[in-house]
């Protein structure tokens, strides 16, 4: 767990986000053990900067309903506040993101002159000096903050040490940042960090790190899964709002043609086929989901009638706007935004199929998580199914709820080692409830390996830091998740084998188009 800890704190210097506050808790005041810290109240604001989000703009016309046209503009006007806020925090951690590019090149400089990796580095600068929160201490961070808290200080404590103790953890990893840039020859270039849009203002050098380069391109890169995550937030944001435009447009376009109001149409063609909620739906809605709700029946029968009411009138309001529809002529052109390329590297990774294959994938895996194990088989049979032209990469991605998953991956390199990689992970995938160092030792003595040399490189920790730089670069490209997959280097949503076939035929196409033009 301490190396999970690590690589958390790593993070601080490579660009991801430490130190939520403690559930409950609300703009907290000064925290016990931490410097006084400012909690300005929030604001929308107003972007007035390139937030450098959206490769191409969104059309004009984004809908047509029966000849009238939704431009963009109909639908950002409601929208914008929201919009900004999404874009500004691209726009702010393109700010910060500079210095940590700067504190990641030298944490790694630092690391090469100890001989050490960086998450050895970071356990022994930062994990190792942070002084442990203490019950009083939570206390008397509740005691300061309870009338912004939810709950008592039994059911919170825990998150108030976690959150003290990630608050101290940064103040460490700040602490060694500045030394690190005291002994070390670091020139900024820039006053402000701009997007890049072109090669040239990709090559653009930003600073210095002891002689080597930090470009324009390199801070963009670092900011490829932010920039997705907030592209896809903003077009389900005008997505929705099309849907809502495009079923007033065609209620108001019927009511017209029946010359009644609107109400009076819904009150019509809806309300009629709005089903009652009885006393036994509700009954049987909290039967089945009384482990989630709190409260017993009786006190919340009403309310359960009521929302089980409005779930009602939406979904016939729905059935009458899709009805609507189907008899008009409705076309929506919003485009979704591009998933990025990642250039992972694949040097030194276990991989199966054709080494010089023309689709390569990617995949950042936890043995002990179940999505992983109902992957793994579609994954082997894609391999064999597209016979030389596919290549399987397996990089390590073991989450911290996964108590042995950090050492199964362990386990999978010291089998590696003795060329038993694949048959060890799937010993693992099909004993994933028993996944303990025991449990790998037994598995190893089953596949014939050599006990002695499996259990000095899984007991010290051999391949621990090979793991760790796998966790590390699954984090700069945004993995959150397991499985996540990738080919020729960009994220496969639908990990179906019917959405993997889509991805693999998607990237041989432009080799088979290059070949059909010759």
């Not at 609507?324 to 990642?342: N, Q």
Request: aromatic residues 6%.
């Amino acid at each position: 767990m301490k190396s999970i800890l690590s690589l958390i704190v790593l993070s601080l210097l490579s660009g991801a986000a430490l130190g939520q506050a403690p559930k409950g808790a609300t703009k907290p005041a000064q925290g016990a053990g931490s410097k006084p810290t400012a909690q300005p109240q929030a604001q929308k604001p107003e972007v007035k900067e390139d937030c450098g989000c959206e490769s191409k703009a969104p059309p004009d016309v984004v809908a047509t309903i029966n000849g009238v046209r939704l431009t963009i503009k109909d639908i950002d006007d409601s929208l914008k506040p929201k919009i900004d806020e999404l874009q500004q925090q691209v726009i702010e951690a393109r700010k910060k993101e500079l210095d940590l590019q700067i504190n990641s090149r030298l944490l790694e400089a630092e690391g090469a002159k100890r001989g050490v990796p960086a998450s050895k580095l970071i356990d022994a600068e930062v994990i190792d000096k942070t002084v442990e929160p203490t019950e009083a201490d939570a206390q008397a961070f509740y005691d300061q903050n309870k009338a912004r808290i939810t709950g008592d200080f039994a059911s919170i404590k825990k998150d108030i040490v976690d959150y003290l103790r990630n608050q101290r953890q940064r103040e460490q990893a700040a602490k060694f940042a500045e030394r690190l840039r005291a002994t070390s020859d670091v020139k900024v270039l820039v006053k402000d960090v701009t997007p890049a849009t072109t090669p040239a203002e990709r090559a653009r050098v930003l600073a210095t790190v002891n002689g080597k380069p930090i470009t324009s391109g390199d801070v963009e890169d670092s900011l490829k899964p932010l920039i997705y995550e907030v592209q896809e937030q903003i077009y389900n944001l005008r997505k929705n709002q099309i849907e809502l435009k495009v079923n007033d447009t065609l209620l108001e376009q019927e009511a017209a043609k029946k010359k009644v109001t609107t109400r009076s149409l819904l009150e019509a063609e809806v309300t009629p086929k709005i089903k009652a909620v009885s006393d036994e739906d509700a009954k049987k809605f909290y039967d089945e989901n009384k482990e989630r709700i709190n409260g017993e029946y009786g006190p919340i029968k009403d309310q359960i009638k009521e929302y089980l009411k409005q779930q009602e009138e939406r979904k016939a309001l729905g059935e009458y706007a899709t009805a609507l529809r189907k008899a008009s002529a409705v076309t929506v052109s919003l485009p979704e935004p591009e998933l990025p390329s990642y250039k992972i590297d694949t040097e030194g990774q276990p991989w199966k199929g054709a080494e010089n294959a023309e689709v390569t994938i990617i995949e950042f895996t936890d043995f002990q998580c179940p999505m992983c194990a109902k992957t793994h088989p579609i994954l082997d049979e894609l391999v064999r199914e597209y016979n030389g032209k596919v290549r399987l990469v397996v990089r390590d991605y073991p989450l911290p709820q996964h108590e042995n998953a950090l050492k199964a991956a362990e386990a999978a390199e010291a089998a590696r080692e003795q060329g038993k990689y694949w048959e060890f992970v799937s010993l693992m995938f099909e004993n994933q409830k028993e996944l303990g160092v025991v449990k790998l030792k037994e598995y190893a003595t089953r596949l014939g390996l050599d006990r002695k040399r499996f259990d000095e490189s899984l007991d010290s920790g051999k391949f621990a830091a090979q793991v760790q730089k796998d966790l590390q670069e699954g984090l700069k490209i945004g993995v959150n998740s397991t499985p996540s997959v990738y080919v020729n280097g960009v994220m496969v949503k639908d990990r179906t084998k019917e959405g993997l076939k889509a991805a693999i035929e998607t990237a041989l196409k432009p080799r088979a188009d290059s070949r059909a033009s010759k």
